[in-house]
T-cell receptor
Framework: DGGITQSPKYLFRKEGQNVTLSCEQNLNHDAMYWYRQDPGQGLRLIYYSQIVNDFQKGDIAEGYSVSREKKESFPLTVTSAQKNPTAFYLC??????????????FGQGTRLTVV | AQTVTQSQPEMSVQEAETVTLSCTYDTSESDYYLFWYKQPPSRQMILVIRQEAYKQQNATENRFSVNFQKAAKSFSLKISDSQLGDAAMYFCAYNGDDKIIFGKGTRLHILP
């Protein structure tokens, strides 16, 4: 089955530790996105990538880093510089160009709790 | 920069009635796409309906339809014959240029 897989579903980390959230897709999509969801804040864009080996900062990139070494993978690292990392994180992908009528397909999300 | 605004944090509707969720956006682009997504308690994002900006005809998907006013930059979602399964967060989204941005969402409650 084609889709997007995020792992793990729940993640607990101690304050000050870096943590990496996994996102893999087998839809052959060019574009991939990371969003953060907090109550009352909607989905805020952290990073996005339209092509392998290239990515851009979204609205709230501070304290996060990404890589896009393979088309199917877009891992997100939450660093110790992120002041309030506890949140629900969603990964998404789309075909690529908006002219292709491309909606975003989402993973199931990762709930990160930093204690 | 593009922005998406949903001015109704929460709404309630009686089962079988009709409800309209509002969304406005700001862009300087002339060609783009708009979407409504549903997020039930499972938190899985589900595409409800899409609208292409260059099409004047409003999109319809069964009980879901939109009122797209390009000049006003308005994109509202109408849900007819509301059902208990429609209870969820609803997000309006804009896809233009090279990224997809979302509004803050509207939580819809269905009253039995």
């Amino acid at each position: 089955d084609g889709g997007i897989t995020q792992s793990p579903k729940y993640l607990f980390r101690k304050e000050g530790q870096n943590v990496t959230l996994s996102c893999e897709q087998n839809l052959n999509h060019d574009a991939m996105y990371w969003y953060r969801q907090d109550p009352g804040q909607g989905l805020r864009l952290i990073y996005y990538s339209q092509i392998v080996n290239d990515f851009q900062k979204g609205d709230i990139a501070e304290g996060y880093s990404v890589s896009r070494e393979k088309k199917e993978s877009f891992p997100l690292t939450v660093t110790s510089a992120q002041k309030n990392p506890t949140a629900f994180y969603l990964c998404a992908s789309s075909i690529g160009s908006f002219r292709m009528n491309t909606e975003a397909f989402f993973g199931q999300g990762t709930r990160l709790t930093v204690v | 920069a593009q922005t998406v605004t949903q001015s109704q944090p929460e709404m309630s509707v009686q089962e079988a009635e009709t409800v309209t969720l509002s969304c406005t956006y700001d862009t300087s682009e002339s060609d783009y796409y708009l979407f409504w997504y549903k997020q039930p308690p499972s938190r899985q994002m589900i595409l409800v309906i899409r609208q292409e900006a260059y099409k004047q005809q409003n999109a319809t998907e069964n009980r879901f339809s939109v009122n797209f006013q390009k000049a006003a930059k308005s994109f509202s979602l109408k849900i007819s014959d509301s059902q208990l399964g429609d209870a969820a967060m609803y997000f309006c989204a804009y896809n233009g240029d090279d990224k997809i941005i979302f509004g803050k969402g509207t939580r819809l409650h269905i009253l039995p």
